[in-house]
């Protein structure tokens, strides 16, 4: 399958540089770049999705606090001072 992009002069420089210290073909490099762009925002997504599942599962179990108590030991804890 083939897949038509516009890069930008200075993208294009670096793909080409890349391929040339690799001794590759600039396409193979290309498609190797965006393979591992894909996999890695892929492992992002679900990494996310499963933190955001781990904090409504304590949510739900009452593993939770106020606010007010959170940022009354975050002042604690940094020494910070309220204004009154």
Do not use: C, H
């Not at 540089?17 to 762009?37: H, P, R």
């Not at 599942?53 to 002042?75: I, P, T, V, Y």
């Not at 604690?76 to 009154?84: A, E, F, G, H, T």
């Amino acid at each position: 399958m083939s897949i038509f992009i516009s890069l930008s002069p200075e993208v294009e420089a670096q793909l080409r540089e890349k391929a040339a210290q690799q001794g590759q073909d600039i396409s193979l490099v290309a498609a190797q770049l965006l393979t591992q762009i894909l996999a890695w925002e892929l492992q992002d997504s679900q990494e996310a999705i499963a933190g955001i599942q781990r904090g409504l599962d304590a949510f739900e179990a009452g593993n939770s606090r106020s606010f007010q108590d959170f940022a009354e030991e975050k002042r604690r804890q940094y020494n910070l001072l309220v204004d009154s």
